[in-house]
Nanobody, 125 residues
């Protein structure tokens, strides 16, 4: 069993920055892939970014490339999402997720076994 707790969401103006954190507990954190997804009102949950177990490989959605950075600190069982140049269309609930069956970063929603409760990010224009 893996528990995930996100933090760091909030309200920010367009062009601003936020840093989300996701703390994991339970199994060996460095062995599995972590991802961030988001869901805006009335829309389906969508992939944002993922990182491999070692942190050596990352994968981004086109919509956030060059603006968002995922990283992880395995000694602290934590994954981060640094979000810069935020746009109103980035407004959503952001979820972190863990896939304990692979250390390879991927975007497949169905592959992620555990999810956090989500944290709201609101970007005003």
């Amino acid at each position: 069993q893996v528990q995930l707790v996100e933090s760091g969401g909030g309200l920010v103006q367009a062009g601003g920055s936020l840093r989300l954190s996701c703390a994991a507990s339970g199994r060996t954190f460095s062995r599995y892939a972590m991802g961030w997804f988001r869901q805006a009102p009335g829309k389906e949950r969508e992939f944002v970014t993922a990182i491999s177990g070692s942190g050596g490989s990352t994968y981004y959605a086109d919509s956030v490339k060059g603006r968002f950075t995922i990283s992880r600190e395995n000694a602290k069982n934590t994954v981060y999402l640094e979000m810069n140049s935020l746009k109103p269309e980035d407004t959503a609930v952001y979820y972190c997720a863990a896939d304990v069956h692979t250390s390879r970063a991927h975007s497949a929603y169905v592959g992620y076994d555990y999810w956090g409760q989500g944290t709201q990010v609101t970007v005003s224009s």
